[in-house]
């Protein structure tokens, strides 16, 4: 028996025999990819591959690629723990074709790996073809020589669009896309099911386990289809599945790999029965909630961070499920490291990171999720039909954070369903409200398709002739633009910078013999570099020469604060930790601002040490170099990469002596020592484990210096000391403050009981209880309630009410002691002299404040209280 290791190397050995690239997965979180949440299959890395606008120097490739399917189109979370093979976190095997091999090669590779180096027996496999493609049914029958017995050809959906089809595979609407040749693996006729394409195909006796997707057209937006010039293959296998069939069991979670991990959860949970659905649940979700960690994604409240929120919770829910009330799920990444650690080296170098993570998300969720399903028993112990309302899911949610896969999961533990319909109405509200209260805007260029590409020089000179492309006035383009024009111009060279990774655009100007021109701002359009310009003088014409010159003061300051960026990201993972990851910057001439993450706000000490461990690299005024590698010499090197960022075959990898060394396509400095100065202005949280630092460098830094030791000599002057006793002199007047307060304090009390027994005198006698209403001038409004506590105990049997007017406002106070309190209510007479001096409040029967804003009114309400009583005896 194979294990799923030997299973996933075997795969890729065999591969690499055959001419294949092995490359590694590439992150969860898709390069450059908006059109998907997460990687949810091993062509993603190799998408603009298919599409022409890559090339590497490889035409043949495999992979073991990390998946995840938990979020927008392809959702399997709410089957996890309740089916066979329904997984959050899965990894795919795939071998790929650039336009090298096809149909022929593929199928005997797919055939030979299978059933020679694995020995799968041929009797147990069934082969399908799209019914049209003819050459891969005559490869299948005629050279493999696949008993037609078990071959199938599956046509398009009845009633559907043509090649909609589960044997005819499309990157989308337009754009590559072919006909799939499908492998099923037969578990054997005790097993209900009926082979693919047959009305019983939805049973498990035969289960896909490889489909080869050959790409062979390229489909326009009209439907129309046409060959492509380079055909290609993509393969896909999952290696759970492949895993379940070599080790002779029927369930994915049998295999040796969940195994481990359905041991370690029952021995984390106390669970005893080692079937229990929960445990497979917690077991699915460290994978994908631990490689999500690691590729950069955090729980949030948006995007992907939701998605990673919801799979937590939905396992510490299964842990609660299991008795397990304490923090437990972050202690199984120590488990997953053992049972996936030598294939992905990376889960090992940041498990205690990831660990930080879970806990901390737990300890946030347990905060709330007693009290919720304390709510939501309460709610079902009411409920009348079969569905929660959608009202209720949408309010767990809102409130207690209850995601509404979770809900649906505890409902279906109850024979109950949930009103998802009703719930997308509440969700679609809130959404609403939440683009109300937003406003978003295009940037330059969006509407403008430019296949030219722009040549940056920018590294190596910060002026130089080149030829004007285009023109654009909005979005269409002209032949010239004139004074007092904005628009957009695209040159066939420049050495403007534009914004990318963080670092803004150049600015600067353009000089023709016509006109001049202000650079704006620089921009990306695919390989073209827009400028956005305004014309100063003159004209600028379409394919005239010009001179391009950047504001070299002003890219002097980015690039200082560049470079002061990749030492303080290099400072902080060593004061830190390694766990820390760049979750965003900004470069701007005149500071430089960092998110990154890190789950606590940091210490004066550690930012100190930060700053201080900078300076010092600067001081040491180490060289600044720059190499050109392949990405994985880059990273074995100890490269840094920026996790969501889309990186090429080959790298540029800048370094700052040995100690920061990150993939980077911006501009840098030549040596540390030009940075001249680094200071952190300021520290603190962005969003659930991203903290920001902004900072500044060189001239700048210098001059923040400057002004606070300005400010430093005018507090000093303030306190009549000297700069080096500032802080003992303002520690003894805030001490000598603290002690004049309290003494306030003191003095207040007295004269509020002082102002107590002259009160006493002033109440009157009503039917065996006093009556007291006064205005205590001067009185200061939060003594009322301390004052009236004394009259209290001193009166015995009493309702009072107290009153002062402090900076134009009324204060009022209202109290009856306990044997009066079923026949006056503090609230009830404060509420009614409250309304005559222009407010409201309200309190207990016993006591009760308020305030107004018309003292003028005071005198006729205090003088109402009397006649109020009066009407209650």
Same mark, same amino acid.
């Given at each position: 028996m194979k294990t799923s290791a030997e299973i996933r190397q075997a795969f890729l050995d065999y591969f690499a025999e055959q001419g294949h690239q092995v490359v590694p997965s590439s992150p969860l979180v898709p390069g450059n990819d908006p059109t998907l949440l997460f990687t949810n299959a091993g062509m993603v890395q190799f998408k603009d591959l298919f599409l022409g606008r890559e090339q590497r120097d490889y035409v043949r490739a495999a992979t073991s690629q990390r998946c995840v399917r938990a979020g927008g189109k392809h959702n399997d979370l709410e089957n996890v723990g309740y089916t066979a093979r329904h997984h959050t976190f899965f990894e795919m095997l795939g071998n790929f074709s650039f336009g090298d091999y096809f149909k022929r090669e593929a199928i005997h590779f797919a055939w030979e790996f299978l059933t020679q180096r694995l020995g799968l027996s041929a009797e147990k496999l069934w082969v399908?073809?799209?019914?049209?493609?003819?050459?891969?049914?005559?490869? $299948?029958?005629?050279e493999i020589g696949v008993d037609e017995q078990r071959f199938s050809r599956i046509g398009d959906k009845p009633g559907g669009k043509r090649y909609e089809s589960d044997n005819f595979w499309s990157m989308g609407d337009t754009g590559p896309c072919g006909p799939c040749s499908e492998i099923f693996y037969d578990h054997g006729?005790?097993? $209900?099911?009926?082979? +693919?394409?047959?009305? =019983? =195909? %939805?049973? %498990? #006796?035969?289960i896909e386990i490889w489909n080869l997707v050959f790409m062979q057209y390229n489909r326009d937006a009209d439907g129309s289809m046409s060959l492509l010039p380079r055909p290609s293959v993509d393969t896909g296998m999952g290696l759970e599945r492949l895993a379940a069939v070599l080790q002779q069991v029927h369930s994915n979670y049998e295999i040796d790999l969940f195994q481990q991990l359905i041991r370690a959860a029952a021995q984390l949970t106390g669970a005893a029965d080692l079937d229990n659905k929960s445990l497979r649940v917690i077991a699915d979700h460290i994978r994908s909630c631990a490689f999500l960690v690691l590729d950069g994604v955090l729980p949030s409240n948006e995007g992907r961070g939701y998605v990673l929120r919801r799979i937590i919770r939905r396992a510490i829910r299964h842990g609660y499920q299991l008795g397990q009330t304490q923090p437990f799920f972050h202690a199984m990444v120590a488990p997953l490291v053992a049972a996936m650690g030598?294939?992905? +080296?990376?889960?090992?170098q940041q498990q205690s990171g990831i660990e930080r993570v879970l806990r901390k998300e737990e300890e946030r969720f347990a905060e709330t999720l007693e009290q919720g399903m304390r709510i939501l028993e309460a709610e079902l112990a009411g409920l009348s039909g079969k569905t929660i309302p959608g009202e209720l899911v949408f309010r767990l949610y809102d409130t207690y954070g209850f995601p509404a896969d979770l809900t649906a999961d505890i409902a279906r533990e109850r024979g109950l369903g949930i009103d998802h319909a009703g719930f997308e109405v509440q969700m679609a509200e809130q959404r609403r409200r939440a683009r109300a209260a937003s406003q978003f805007g295009a940037s330059d260029g969006d509407g403008l398709k430019i296949d030219a590409q722009t040549r940056f020089n920018g590294y190596q000179q910060l002026q130089e002739s080149a030829q004007v492309l285009g023109l654009y006035r909005g979005q269409q383009p002209v032949n010239s633009l004139s004074e007092g024009e904005e628009g957009l111009l695209l040159l066939d060279q420049t050495p403007f910078y534009a914004e990318s990774g963080g670092q803004v655009g150049d600015t600067g100007e353009l000089i023709g013999e016509q006109g001049r021109a202000l650079v704006l701002d620089t921009r990306k359009k695919g390989e073209a570099v827009l400028h956005r310009i305004r014309v100063?003088?003159?004209?600028? /014409?379409l394919h005239e020469t010009l001179r391009a010159q950047v504001d070299a003061e002003r890219r002097r300051a980015i690039v200082l604060n560049h470079s002061a960026t990749h030492l303080m990201h290099a400072a902080l993972r060593q004061v830190l930790g390694e766990h820390v990851q760049q979750k965003g910057s900004l470069v701007q001439p005149e500071r430089l601002r960092f998110d990154f993450a890190h789950f606590e706000p940091m210490t004066p000490q550690q930012i100190a040490e930060v700053e201080r461990r900078v300076n010092a690299e600067i001081r040491a005024n180490a060289e600044? /170099? =720059?190499r050109q590698m392949s990405k994985e010499a880059a990273i074995a090197a100890g490269a840094m990469a920026l996790f969501g960022e889309k990186y090429g075959d080959q790298v540029r990898v800048i370094s700052l002596g040995d100690f920061s060394t990150e993939l980077c396509g911006g501009c840098h400095v030549q040596r540390a020592g030009d940075i001249g100065l680094f200071k952190i202005l300021s520290e603190g949280g962005v969003a659930a484990g991203v903290r920001r630092i902004e900072a500044v460098t060189g001239q700048n830094a210098l001059d923040y210096v400057e002004i606070s030791q300005q400010r430093l000599d005018r507090l000093a002057q303030l306190l009549k000391s000297s700069r080096d006793e500032v802080d003992a002199k303002l520690a003894q007047m805030?001490? #000598? /403050? #603290? @002690?004049? =307060? @309290?003494e306030l304090e003191q003095l207040k009390a007295k004269l509020a009981s002082s102002a107590g027994d002259d009160l006493l005198n002033q109440a009157i006698g009503l039917d065996g209880f006093k009556l007291l209403a006064a205005n205590l001038e001067g009185a200061d409004p939060k003594g009322l309630r301390d004052t009236l506590d004394q009259l209290k105990n001193k009166l015995g049997s009493a309702v009072i009410l107290l009153a002062t007017v402090s900076e134009g406002k009324v204060?009022?106070?209202a109290g009856v002691t306990q044997d009066l309190t079923g026949r006056f209510k503090a609230g009830d007479l404060i509420k009614d002299i409250a309304a005559q001096v222009g407010g409201k409040g309200g309190g207990r029967p016993d006591m009760a404040q308020a305030g107004g804003s018309d003292p003028s009114a005071l005198p006729a309400a205090l003088a109402s209280v009397e006649s109020w009583v009066r009407a209650r005896l």
């Open positions: 399908t073809v799209y019914d049209e493609d003819e050459e891969a049914a005559a490869i $299948w029958l005629n006729a005790e097993i $209900w099911g009926g082979p +693919p394409g047959s009305a =019983e =195909e %939805d049973g %498990d #006796r035969y030598s294939a992905y +080296p990376e889960l090992a100063e003088s003159g004209e600028l /014409s600044a /170099s =720059e805030l001490e #000598r /403050s #603290r @002690k004049q =307060e @309290k204060s009022l106070a």
